[in-house]
């Protein structure tokens, strides 16, 4: 089959939009289902059309001096206007490529001037703000290197889902009255019968290894029609599949509308509202905050602690007054400081993370020895 090719004009952004740097500068470009190609400087994934089920793989390129963005759909050559419409939404949500972003990356370097000589100020995110929360609660109280793989598996789910596979198996507890205990035991049975078998990223077949399909990454939708022990069994979440399905339960019967929490409201609003999400304490509130575009508040784990005492020489105990004595002059793009001075670190470190190869990506944290 062939491609169809789209543009997503960057207007104003022209100036100070560099790819490269709008992508790689977040530890989200390296979870699945992205993938960025070093040699290509170009970005992949999945992405979803105009009825929000069906997924294309698009590549994203942006050719020097261009005007535009490319976007490549795959094994597709015509594109509805409805379906571009929606690829080109998700593309400039990623990119940060609207007039409020721009206006943030203009401000934002002219106080910092180290930030405009490096082209910083685009943070890396998701097509949606769902997935943007769901990976938020991923990097919390684990290793980078799990975050990773349960961001891949929740992909390599997706792809199942997508292809019908084990459907009759995978079923929420039933609510209806009249419905026998037993049922449901044979189900759940089979379910986890299913998560044994198949929990593994990779499948042996032989002498050879067949590593599995990635899909999308799962909708609100997808994830809610699952159960809370099949999603923790097959993606290995932990106490997290709980959080994510029950994330996913409130988007989809309309108790949380993540659509609506965008910078019409105040910083204090929306963060009243976050934090109110089983699941999102001060950390998972912090980075989604950065999603949405506040950069108040720097997120607070033990990576944000030993950056601080490594390059600021601060001590342990005292972080939380550190971060306003070292960020506030950058106010209200605080977040956005200390995340070039976290960038800095792991370049100085790893070299340019823009040209690691994705088997590398799991080396890339401050603690790793």
């Known amino acids: 089959m062939g491609s169809c090719l789209l543009h997503l004009p960057l207007g104003e952004c022209i100036t100070t939009f560099n790819l490269e740097d709008a992508v790689c500068n977040h530890g989200f470009f390296m979870m699945a289902p992205n993938s960025w190609i070093p040699s290509t400087k170009t970005l992949q994934r999945p992405l979803r059309l105009a009825n929000s089920t069906t997924s294309v793989m698009v590549s994203i390129s942006h050719p020097p001096n261009g005007t535009s963005i490319l976007v490549q759909v795959h094994d597709i050559q015509n594109v509805s206007p409805e379906d571009e419409k929606a690829i080109l ?33 685009r943070l890396f995110r998701s097509p949606t703000l769902f997935e943007d929360a769901v990976k938020s609660i991923l990097l919390c109280n684990c290793k ?183 960020y506030d002059k950058y106010a209200p793009f605080q977040a956005l400081s200390f995340w070039l001075e976290l960038l800095e670190y792991y370049e100085i470190k790893f070299g340019k993370l823009s040209m690691l190869p994705n088997s590398s990506y799991h080396i890339v944290t401050g603690s790793q020895t």
């Open 144 to 326: 980078w290197t799990r975050t990773l793989d349960m961001a891949r598996a929740l992909c390599e789910l997706q792809a199942e889902l997508a292809d019908g596979w084990n459907s009759e198996n995978i079923v929420k507890h039933p609510k209806k009255k009249g419905l026998k205990r037993k049922k449901f035991a044979r189900k759940q049975s089979k379910v986890n019968k299913c998560v044994e078998n198949c929990s593994n990223s990779q499948l042996l077949e032989g002498n050879n290894i067949k590593v599995k399909a990635l899909g999308n990454f799962p909708t609100s939708k997808e994830l809610a029609t699952l159960t809370k022990c099949y999603l923790k069994k097959r993606c290995k979440l932990g106490y997290r599949a709980c959080r994510i399905f029950e994330l996913a339960e409130c988007v989809e019967e309309g108790k949380l509308k993540l659509n609506k929490l965008k910078k019409t409201s105040s910083y204090e609003e929306i963060y009243d509202k976050l934090s109110k999400i089983k699941g999102f304490g001060p950390y998972a509130c912090a980075t989604l905050m950065m999603c949405i575009g506040f950069y108040q508040m720097v997120p607070m784990d033990t990576e944000t602690k030993r950056h601080l005492q490594q390059v600021h020489k601060t001590k342990k105990e005292n972080a939380q007054e550190d971060v306003k004595r070292i």
């Open 89 to 121: 939404k998700q593309v400039g949500r990623m990119l940060r490529i609207s007039e409020g972003d721009e206006r943030n990356v203009r401000e934002f370097q002219n106080m910092h001037p180290e930030a405009k000589k490096k082209g910083f100020g």
